[in-house]
């Protein structure tokens, strides 16, 4: 049996852990919170200048800011769905998307937010062609 004392202190070291891990759970939302609204921010941003050509076959038309994801939106302005081989696509896509996501100096805010960058294609008629995403555990190194 635990004496009166050792009660208290045992209620007193709770009631510490317990709001020491609120104080924690709090400053991870207003964390997690202050960096969706940067998410945000980059994609307002970005917007500013979309639609943007990437290349002869690629424009970028615009972001959007999700939940710890940032997803852009690409059309492949010279080509339809039917005339694309979209695995084909994919897998010469996926290592160039992949890559940026590890090594882009630009892109290391993201992360190191653990942000899942997602990448959607759709054909010069504006039909959905394919997505391509980079998560964490795509892009996180081991050292």
Do not use: W
Not at 32 to 53: G, R, W
Not at 65 to 74: G, R, S
């Amino acid at each position: 049996m635990l004496s009166h004392f050792s009660l208290r202190k045992f209620f007193a070291i709770c009631l510490i852990a317990i709001a020491t891990t609120s104080f924690s759970a709090c400053n991870l939302l207003a964390d997690k919170d202050a960096f969706q609204k940067i998410l945000v921010k980059t994609a307002e941003d970005m917007n500013k200048s979309c639609p943007q050509t990437i290349d002869a076959e690629t424009r970028l038309d615009n972001l959007v800011a999700l939940p710890n994801e940032l997803q852009y939106n690409y059309t492949l302005v010279n080509y339809a769905k039917a005339d694309l081989n979209v695995k084909t696509f994919e897998d010469n896509m996926r290592p160039i998307i992949l890559n940026s996501a590890k090594t882009n100096p630009d892109l290391k805010i993201f992360r190191d937010n653990k942000t899942t960058l997602t990448y959607n294609y759709k054909d010069k008629e504006g039909v959905f062609v394919t997505k391509i995403s980079a998560t964490e555990k795509d892009y996180i190194t081991t050292k």
